[in-house]
């Protein structure tokens, strides 16, 4: 009888301990942003800080960004290959690629491998900062940490995930003809004419808005992570692993949201 | 990609704009460029032979059994959740826009079971269940070891005459090889009954007629499971490689972790494309 309660107590304190954590990886998490937008209100950002950051997250990760539109685009032609040349609409692969690369597909690519080359190391460098007390260093000399550190990162995040996204469909659909090209025998101008016959920019657009909001959460979530480290270079570790872990949550998440509101005011 | 340090970094900029000044632009070019290439080469070089070192363990039969069901426990029971989430939510969306498409079209859904289903199997499945274990696993290893490293734990194991690669590599890579195929299996039926489901409540598609199979041969089956098993090869072996080259302190282990995940992340798109085109051309 006794065993029976006592398992029944531990699952009810399992449960208490998820939900007080849960609660306080969310409050956190809010409380960053509320913050970051309490800083932002009459700008106060450090624009030197602000342009170091937007060349640390832009220009040094486009490359990677690149490779892999490259990559999606050309197995999203292989892929529907098969397909398509069964039914002989050869003309209709730009069509397909486009389609879900730009409202799905390219977003959701390089907002993945955005969190992991830019929300990592976001995460990574705040932590650093604060396991070695450069945070406490700010405070002390009456600089507000997170209108020096977080809200350049934060803006940088949001503004360079959308300029990376139309880089990175650019790229998709050039590694998309390119494969069709040299797979299928398929003329790369009738690719990129079958691409312009659809007249995709209403998906285009939910593509950029939703790669807006995947900046924002990255942002967000791998701020929080790195001002919430403890305990040395196990913490920062630790502290990346679940950033990551929780952008990618973050990620599909809001994809679905979106997704949701786009179908219900039928924008899609 | 130049994954170092920030402090570093800018010291070398400054350096190098020191020697084109003293030396001219092409000479410090070339050097640029050969300091890149060997260092290119130099980590291949170094991470093929940490993948000849865990296979020798293997086959050598130096294999802790108890340390390999730990790891099987921490890479396959504990991600779970973590894969049935993130793969439910990607198929909701994936059926919503694809319906929304063909309604756009031509309304007749008896085709969106078999042409999601067969997509499922053959790229999605593998390829996100692989992504979402690189994030997950890949970055908790690169993290563990790599802290490991400049804790210099790693230099008791070798001063305890235990091998660290025997002691923390080669476990974890016979977890995520027999895990990896696992998880995506797991993950490729949550995301084709989380689609079912969102197909039968958001356009009224029998879950029966959803449940048609007609396009999927084996040969797609077996490129998925290629695929799953070529990532858990790739995810511990590039995450390990990562973690045992941080240095620094809790700096390092930053840079170790976010270089492991961005290496993954390469590798499985690689991995997908090749297998890819391997299903077309040749099965």
Same mark, same amino acid.
């Given at each position: 009888m006794s065993r029976g309660r006592t398992s029944v107590l531990s699952g009810a304190a399992f449960v208490g301990n998820r939900s007080l954590w849960l609660a306080s990886v969310v409050g956190g998490m809010t409380m960053t942003l509320v913050h970051i937008v309490r800083a932002m209100i009459p700008p106060r950002f450090d624009w030197r800080e602000f342009m170091r950051n937007m060349y640390k997250v832009g220009v040094k990760s486009y490359l990677v960004i690149i490779v892999v539109a490259c990559f999606t685009g050309a197995i999203m032609v292989v892929q529907s290959a098969t397909y398509m040349s069964k039914i002989h609409a050869n003309h209709m692969i730009g069509w397909g690629a486009g389609l879900t690369i730009f409202s799905e597909l390219g977003p959701l690519m390089i907002g993945l491998i955005f969190s992991g080359r830019v929300g990592a190391n976001n995460t990574a460098e705040l932590g650093t900062m604060v396991v070695t007390e450069q945070v406490h260093a700010l405070r002390s000399l009456a600089i507000d940490p997170v209108e020096y550190l977080v809200v350049p990162r934060f803006l940088s995040m949001v503004i360079m995930m959308t300029v990376l996204t139309v880089l990175g469909d650019l790229f998709a659909m050039i590694g998309g003809a390119i494969t069709a090209q040299v797979m299928l025998g398929c003329d790369w101008r009738e690719f990129l004419a079958s691409l312009l016959d659809a007249q995709l920019l209403g998906e285009f657009v939910v593509g950029l808005c939703k790669a807006c909001l995947f900046g924002f959460t990255i942002a967000v979530v791998s701020c929080y992570y790195g001002l919430s480290v403890r305990?040395?270079?196990r913490g920062v570790g630790r502290a990346v692993n679940n950033a990551v872990v929780a952008s990618a949550i973050g990620i599909f998440a809001v994809d679905y949201l979106a997704t949701l509101l786009c179908v219900e005011f039928g924008w899609l | 990609m130049s994954d170092k340090p920030q402090t570093p970094n800018l010291l070398e900029e400054e350096t190098s704009t020191h020697h084109t000044v003293q030396d001219g632009r092409l000479i410090s070019f070339i050097r640029d460029m050969g300091r890149a290439t060997t260092d290119g080469v130099g980590g291949v070089v170094r991470f093929f032979n940490l993948c000849s070192h865990t296979m020798s363990s293997i086959l050598r039969g130096r294999i802790m059994w108890r340390r390999?069901?730990?790891? #099987?426990?921490? %890479?396959?029971?504990?991600?779970?959740?973590?894969?049935?989430?993130?793969?439910?939510?990607?198929?909701? %969306?994936?059926?919503?826009?694809?319906?929304?498409?063909m309604s756009r079209i031509y309304p007749d859904f008896s085709m969106l079971g078999a042409g999601y289903i067969e997509m499922m199997v053959k790229l999605f499945g593998p390829t996100l269940t692989a992504l979402m274990i690189a994030t997950r696993v890949g970055t908790g290893i690169a993290a563990e070891i790599g802290s490991m490293v400049v804790t210099e734990q790693v230099d008791a194991l070798k001063m305890s005459n235990t091998d660290p690669v025997e002691y923390l590599v080669v476990p974890r890579f016979i977890a995520c090889i027999i895990m990896v195929p696992m998880l995506a299996i797991v993950?490729? #039926?949550?995301?084709?009954?989380?689609?079912m489901i969102t197909a039968d409540v958001g356009f009224d598609v029998n879950p029966i007629g959803f449940w048609d199979l007609q396009l999927v041969g084996e040969n797609d089956i077996i490129v998925g499971l290629c695929k799953a098993f070529s990532c858990g090869v790739a995810i511990p072996m590039i995450s390990a490689q990562a973690g045992l080259e941080a240095k620094g302190g809790s700096e390092g282990v930053g840079w170790a972790t976010t270089r492991a995940i961005v290496s993954c992340t390469l590798a499985i798109v690689v991995i997908d494309l090749v297998w890819g085109i391997i299903g077309v051309k040749l099965l």
């Open positions: 305990g040395g270079a | 390999v069901a730990s790891e #099987m426990y921490e %890479v396959g029971n504990r991600s779970l959740i973590f894969i049935v989430v993130t793969l439910s939510f990607l198929s909701m %969306v994936m059926i919503y826009q694809t319906a929304t498409q993950g490729t #039926m949550v995301g084709i009954f989380a689609g």
